[in-house]
C-alpha cells in the first residue's frame, strides 16, 4: 500500500487533519471560567460594601 514509512505518515497526518485533530483548543471554556470568576468576586465586594 504504502512504499516508504514517509508516505504512510503523510496519509495519517492528512487523515487526521482532515478528521480534525490537529485544529486549535477553543478558548471558550477559559473565556466563560474568567468572566464566572469575576463575577462571583464582584458579588463578594458588593456584599460586603453593602453591609458596611
Known sequence: M?????????????????????RKPSRWPMVAF???ALAMASAVLFDMIATL
Open 34 to 36: 474568567w468572566v464566572f
Open 2 to 22: 504504502f512504499s516508504t514509512s514517509d508516505e504512510y505518515e503523510a496519509a495519517l497526518i492528512k487523515q487526521r487533519r482532515a478528521e480534525g485533530r490537529y
